[in-house]
């Protein structure tokens, strides 16, 4: 089964540092991108950047570039997602999602089942 | 704000057929092909509509979509109480190096 499962919850301090994971099964990690999505509480999807786990290559969102480090280590089939010093406005479910690319049209599926960061003092 | 609009909120009774609109520009919508999520209560997103108006296997035929300029939109007909969830359109952006935009995302109440 394709599946992507992400690391458990976390609750963190402002100024601490963070790196949550999302481990790639049943399929050829180095061949999809693996996407990180930000979902404030009661609010939207914001897609946050994209890794090309065979190479590393990475492409962030406007929005996220600068604020967050998106990695992978294909060796293991994990991406993850890291910040170096939280605040507590980075309070939300992260889910990361594979991107499955056919002919050029891409979309994401599957999800991973979401990591709850919590910032607080 | 997202630059993808929807509508923040729909509903309708059981049976009946529902639509949500998703609103771009020429730099996602406009060039670009649209992807819909279902997000069910306290679940992660899943795709429902890839491709403009492609589904995966396991969606039932209930879900449609379709694509025109810099719009698209979702259907769901026969609409049922599973239906009740957060259904998100989204897109590529052309602008600033290119980037994947979501819509604000729609609440569907089935009444």
């Known amino acids: 089964e394709v599946q992507l499962v992400q690391s458990g919850p976390e609750v963190k301090k402002p100024g601490e540092s963070l790196k949550i994971s999302c481990k790639g099964l049943g399929f050829s990690f180095t061949n999809y991108w693996i996407a990180w999505v930000r979902q404030m509480p009661g609010k939207g999807l914001e897609w946050m950047g994209i890794?090309?786990?065979?190479?590393?290559?990475?492409v962030y969102s406007p929005s996220f570039r600068g604020l967050t480090t998106i990695s992978a280590d294909k060796s293991i089939s994990t991406a993850y997602l890291q910040w170096s010093s939280l605040k507590a406005s980075d309070t939300a479910m992260y889910y990361c999602?594979?991107?499955?690319?056919?002919?050029?049209?891409?979309?994401?599926?599957?999800w991973g089942q979401g990591t709850l960061v919590t910032v607080s003092s | 704000q997202s630059v993808l609009t929807q509508p923040p909120s729909a509903s309708g009774t059981p049976g009946q057929r529902v639509t949500i609109s998703c609103s771009g520009s020429s730099s996602n919508i406009g060039s670009n092909i649209v992807n819909w999520y279902q997000q069910l209560p306290g679940t992660a997103p899943k795709v429902l509509i890839y491709?403009?108006?492609q589904r995966p296997s396991g969606v039932p035929d209930r879900f449609s979509a379709s694509k025109s300029g810099t719009s698209a939109s979702l259907a769901i007909s026969g609409l049922q109480s599973e239906d009740e969830a957060d259904y998100y359109c989204?897109?590529?952006?052309?602008?600033?190096?290119?980037?994947?935009?979501f819509g604000g995302g729609t609440k569907l109440t089935v009444l």
């Open positions: 989204a897109a590529w952006d052309d602008s600033l190096n290119g980037h994947v935009l």
């Open positions: 890794v090309y786990p065979g190479n590393s290559h990475t």
């Open positions: 999602a594979r991107q499955i690319d056919v002919r050029g049209v891409d979309w994401f599926d599957p």
């Open positions: 491709n403009n108006n």
